[in-house]
């Protein structure tokens, strides 16, 4: 069993960047596949990037080259880079993790992860 929690998140004027993070105590196994999530009023949650222990890395088509998902060991963290924000990336973004790899899951799937952090809120104003 794990906790995570995030933090980083708050509001950002279109263009600006944010850095999540999400601080994960207890077990993560091995392997593991970690992924961020987010969730607009009204709408599904909605895979973001996941990575996993093999160090590979996979993000939607609306977060490739302006998202960047990475673990930091060391850190017991993973984080998320956002550049170039726009307004319809307003949302709450949650970190999940599931102790088997990636490939093995559904992993654009939140159905697929038991273990999920409270979220953390990014509002990005125009």
């Known amino acids: 069993q794990v906790h995570l929690e995030e933090s980083g998140g708050g509001s950002v ?3 600006g960047s ?13 392997p593991w596949c970690m992924a961020w999530f987010r969730q607009a009023p009204g709408k599904e949650r909605e895979v973001v990037a996941a990575t996993e222990s093999d160090g590979s ?9 302006r998202f960047f998902i990475s673990w930091e060991n060391a850190e017991s963290t993973l ?20 102790p ?5 899951l559904a992993y654009s799937s939140p159905r697929a992860y038991n273990s999920w952090g409270q979220g953390t809120q990014v509002t990005v104003s125009s």
């Open 18 to 30: 944010l850095r999540l993070a999400c601080t994960i105590q207890g077990n993560i196994g091995s």
């Open 100 to 104: 088997t790899r990636c490939i093995w």
């Open 79 to 98: 984080y998320l880079e956002m550049n170039s924000l726009k307004p319809d990336d307003s949302a709450t973004y949650y970190c999940a993790h599931e």
């Open 57 to 65: 890395s996979s993000a939607a088509s609306f977060a490739q080259g």
């Open 13 to 15: 004027q279109a263009g």
